[in-house]
């Protein structure tokens, strides 16, 4: 009777699961089928899932008008850059936070979380003064700038959550063994570090990757434009939008971070879940 | 070794940081190159013909002069606000700016905006009827040369029009208001399988208050004090009231497309399950685009009353930055950009009204074809948007109007109620501004 039940409480939990997962992927599988439909299909009353006549077109169409390639390089520029950056600087802070637990690394922690609180619109002016003083505006540079910043908080987060995971017997018996403190950190507690590190870079390169504000406001030359911001090139006036092509550039724009996610998701929930172990 | 690894590997990530902060800079700007001047266009163009027929004009002025260079920035209406606030305050903002009327109150006063009164040409000056020139006129001062707008439009099927008998309306003879109301009763299908028509009133407020003009609503008064004060009269109520009878008493317009956009009632509309739908102008290439092949469609005036078919409009703008220093270099490529010929192809590409008497005249634009002859006959009425100079006006409508209005509409208020709430609460707000 109980394994009855059991069963049944999970087949309820599966579908109740598959049902969510539904939830989730709907926009983007929309956003494939929109993708390859020609505009009269877009218009039909009843549309349907997969397209009754697939074209290209709208792929095409999105290559014509828009610089996609050129937009897709600026923007794995400044991801790529932001997330090598954001993560030589958030190893070392996240080791000391971590091991060395103090007033001082408690309300550093305290300002990272405070530092989520701050929304775009609060931040944006101020920071476009500072980067025009240091002719910063209109370059990959400052937005890269931009980027390591806003994703330094939680990437220090996240890597703080790792070091706290590293047992620290690991380093005393290292140290018994004679080995110095730099020798210690490179031989034990590095190579135990490189998945969470991994996993904190395809963070901060997804978050720069997708970030449309910043680089809508900071950059003017069009050549230098990200693929965000090259996207809303296909929306005119009170949310009129050519479609079909949106849909084509967005879903190639949507590739690459999903790929990274895929690869990188069990490496960021174990991340995640190593920031809440007592260490 | 393997120290003396990490500390190589420090270095090279050092040295990639640092050539990534200078190598990636772009040290460009509107400054002079060789004495050679650079003006930065923002333009919101979107469609591929617009976007085209913009920067083929760029190109034509470059290669006319050599020493004034304009480089075309391409800028989104979906954000142009905020990005062109941030630009202004940091010093950044590009030379020539496109915009709407509509966004320009705020920029005028705030001194972002130059004044170009005594910049324009006099042939542009007298091409742009004066109602036109005072979308962009705040105070004394000009700060925009308005170039392209569009009425709203009754877009038809024209099989159920046809079929039905009904006086089909001209320019020249517009249905009036009442006459609507019924024809719209008339050409539903009862039990909600078919709706006379279609409001797509995710913006209820503009379109509300821009067809009320013909209705003899004006809803924005001003005062001999100076002050602007909203009273709402027997023509404020006309728009309203026609559009929550039709919805909620003869169920002749669809509930369901209350809060949708104007691209959300086209399938429905194609699919014949709305026989009219009104619009923009510019929505006709959307429906060239996306309608059946044996889909028959036909323009249609949009209603009048007592003000006749006149109607608010925000006009797309082209202003410059106060912040410029080549404002008249600025003004010299504006007057260009915007010579007769020019202007009617960017109202092609737009699929808008150029606001220019001359360009209205091309042929092009006076074709039956795609309804632009309607659209053509209905410009001479274009007027200003009753409160687009209207100080607070955006909170009035966020705050006080949309709420107002959407209740309105779906039963939730009477006329009583929404009189009240535009009026006493509406003024509250509209005092904080005029203090």
């Not at chain 2, 333009?43 to 304009?70: F, G, I, M, T, Y």
């Not at chain 2, 909170?395 to 709420?403: C, F, G, N, Q, R």
């Amino acid at each position: 009777m109980t394994l009855r039940t059991s069963r049944s409480a999970r087949t309820g939990q599966y579908l109740a699961l598959l049902a969510y997962l539904v939830f989730l992927a709907f926009p983007f599988l929309w956003l494939i089928s929109t993708a390859f439909k020609p505009p009269r299909e877009l218009g039909s009353l009843h549309p349907t899932w997969i397209p009754e006549n697939p074209t290209l077109d709208n792929f095409r169409q999105a290559f014509d008008e828009q610089p996609l390639l050129e937009a897709a390089l600026n923007s794995l520029t400044a991801a790529l850059s932001a997330a090598l950056i954001a993560v030589v600087i958030a190893t070392p802070m996240a080791y000391v936070m971590a091991r060395h637990r103090n007033k001082l690394s408690a309300a550093a922690t305290g300002w990272v979380v405070v530092s989520q609180a701050f929304p775009f619109v609060l931040v944006i002016i101020p920071l476009f003064l500072i980067l025009k003083n240091l002719h910063l505006i209109n370059s990959l540079a400052g937005l890269i700038m931009v980027y390591v910043v806003w994703s330094l908080p939680f990437a220090l987060w996240m890597l703080v959550g790792y070091v706290r995971a590293v047992p620290h017997e690991l380093e005393e018996a290292a140290a018994v063994d004679g080995a110095s403190r730099l020798r210690t950190l490179v031989s034990v507690t590095a190579p135990l570090l490189a998945p969470g590190i991994v996993a904190t870079a395809l963070f901060a390169f997804i978050t720069a990757w997708n970030e449309f504000f910043f680089a809508l406001v900071l950059l003017k030359t069009p050549s230098m434009q990200t693929l965000p911001v090259v996207l809303t090139h296909f929306l005119g006036a009170e949310g009129v939008a050519d479609l079909g092509p949106l849909a084509a550039a967005a879903f190639l724009a949507t590739l690459p971070s999903l790929v990274v996610f895929v690869l990188i998701q069990k490496r960021i929930t174990g991340g995640m879940m190593a920031g809440a172990v007592k260490a | 070794m393997r120290i003396a690894r990490l500390t190589k590997l420090a270095a090279a990530a050092t040295a990639l940081a640092s050539l990534l902060l200078t190598g990636c800079s772009d040290g460009g700007g509107d400054r002079d190159t060789d004495g050679k001047v650079t003006l930065r266009f923002q333009s919101l163009a979107w469609q591929k013909e617009s976007v085209d027929a913009n920067k083929e004009l760029v190109d034509e002025w470059n290669a006319a002069h050599p020493d004034v260079r304009v480089e075309y920035v391409q800028g989104s209406w979906d954000s142009v606000h905020d990005q062109l606030l941030t630009s202004f305050e940091g010093g950044e903002a590009p030379d020539i700016i496109h915009d709407a009327s509509d966004d320009l109150a705020d920029f005028a006063y705030g001194g972002y905006l130059a004044d170009l009164s005594e910049l324009l040409p006099a042939r542009l000056k007298n091409d742009i009827p004066r109602r036109s020139w005072r979308t962009t006129t705040f105070g004394k001062g000009v700060y925009g040369v308005p170039f392209l707008q569009e009425p709203r439009v009754l877009i038809a099927n024209e099989k159920i029009l046809r079929a039905s008998g009904v006086r089909i309306p001209t320019p020249e003879k517009p249905w009036t208001w009442p006459e609507f109301r019924r024809i719209t009763k008339e050409l539903s299908a009862g039990d909600g399988k078919r709706f006379g028509v279609a409001w797509p009133l995710k913006d209820p407020v503009s379109a509300t208050l821009n067809l009320g003009l013909s209705a003899g609503g004006q809803l924005f008064h001003r005062d001999a004090d100076g002050k602007v004060r909203v009273r709402f009269t027997e023509g404020d109520a006309v728009v309203p009231r026609t559009i929550h009878d039709q919805v909620d008493a003869d169920r002749s317009a669809s509930a369901a497309t209350l809060g949708m956009g104007g691209s959300d009632t086209l399938p429905g509309f194609f699919g014949g399950k709305y026989a009219m739908v009104p619009l923009g102008f510019s929505y006709r290439q959307q429906i060239v685009q996306q309608a059946p092949e044996d889909f028959e469609w036909k323009v249609l005036p949009a209603p009048a009353g007592a003000g006749g078919p006149a109607q608010g409009v925000s006009p797309q703008t082209l202003s410059v930055a106060e912040d410029s220093p080549y404002k008249k270099e600025a003004v010299e490529f504006i007057d260009f950009f915007l010579q007769p010929d020019n202007m009617a192809r960017l109202a092609k590409g737009d699929w808008m009204l150029p606001t220019g008497a001359a360009a209205l005249k091309d042929p092009g634009l006076r074709a039956e074809k795609d309804g632009w002859a309607t659209g053509t006959a209905l410009a001479e009425h274009l007027v200003p948007a009753p409160a687009q100079s209207v100080r607070g006006y955006p909170e009035w409508k966020d705050k006080v109007a949309t709420p107002a209005y959407q209740e309105f509409y779906s039963g939730a208020i009477d006329v009583e109620e929404l009189e009240k709430r535009l009026v006493e609460d509406g003024n509250l707000v509209l005092a904080r501004y005029q203090r």
